[in-house]
T-cell receptor, first 112, second 118 residues
Framework: KQEVTQIPAALSVPEGENLVLNCSFTDSAIYNLQWFRQDPGKGLTSLLL?????REQTSGRLNASLDKSSGRSTLYIAASQPGDSATYLC???????????FGTGTRLKVLA | GAVVSQHPSRVICKSGTSVKIECRSLDFQATTMFWYRQFPKQSLMLMAT?????????EQGVEKDKFLINHASLTLSTLTVTSAHPEDSSFYICSARDQQGLTNEKLFFGSGTQLSVL
């Protein structure tokens, strides 16, 4: 069964800290992996997409890496700000079913 | 980036009524749309895959007669919760796959619909 897990489930950090969110998936054969942000009661906003052939993607203060062999991806947030407070979800597109499987999410709170 | 519009954003209805949720891709054609359900503090669970011009594919455990999906055009998919009951109260989110652009594997999400059944 294809599963996606995120650790930690919740994280609270002071403003300015660099932090890492983790995403693990059970099947190394993937099409791509996408990181999303979700604010309370809202839809999802795509942050970064990493194709299967790529090792990392960067956008501003965000950097996402992909290690297929170990079934892991990390989202690195530099110099965190209170506005970064949200739930972060990773989703993996697996071949065969061609459906995105979502992780359990990490609820981030950045304290001012 | 591509825009997906979802309406309504919030619905409160009486038990036994039916509720329709619309999902539109505003600036791209989406042959495939997805409907998700999310309970508080939980992740998204895929309910069904909606394909333009054909029947939707439902995930295991999702009642197709309860959650009617129609994808009549390349820009519109609808989810109708029939005879809604309190246990159907949840956050419903649609997404669409943009298969025309360079980011042809990317998912774009609507803003979600909070359904509360009294």
């Amino acid at each position: 069964k294809q599963e996606v897990t995120q650790i930690p489930a919740a994280l609270s950090v002071p403003e300015g800290e660099n932090l890492v969110l983790n995403c693990s998936f059970t099947d190394s054969a993937i099409y791509n992996l996408q990181w999303f942000r979700q604010d309370p009661g809202k839809g999802l906003t795509s942050l970064l997409l990493i194709q299967s052939s790529q090792r990392e993607q960067t956008s501003g203060r965000l950097n996402a890496s992909l290690d297929k062999s170990s079934g892991r991806s990390t989202l690195y947030i530099a110099a965190s700000q209170p506005g970064d407070s949200a739930t972060y979800l990773c989703a993996v597109l697996f071949p065969g079913t061609y459906k995105y499987i979502f992780g359990t999410g990490t609820r981030l709170k950045v304290l001012a | 980036g591509a825009v997906v519009s979802q309406h309504p954003s919030r619905v409160i209805c009486k038990s036994g009524t039916s509720v329709k949720i619309e999902c539109r891709s505003l600036d791209f054609q989406a042959t495939t749309m997805f409907w998700y359900r999310q309970f508080p503090k939980q992740s998204l669970m895929l309910m069904a895959t909606s394909n333009e011009g054909s029947k939707a594919t439902y995930e295991q455990g999702v009642e197709k007669d309860k959650f009617l999906i129609n994808h009549a055009s390349l820009t519109l998919s609808t989810l109708t919760v029939t005879s809604a009951h309190p246990e159907d109260s949840s956050f419903y989110i649609c997404s669409a796959r943009d298969q025309q652009g360079l980011t042809n594997e990317k998912l774009f999400f609507g803003s979600g619909t909070q359904l509360s059944v009294l």
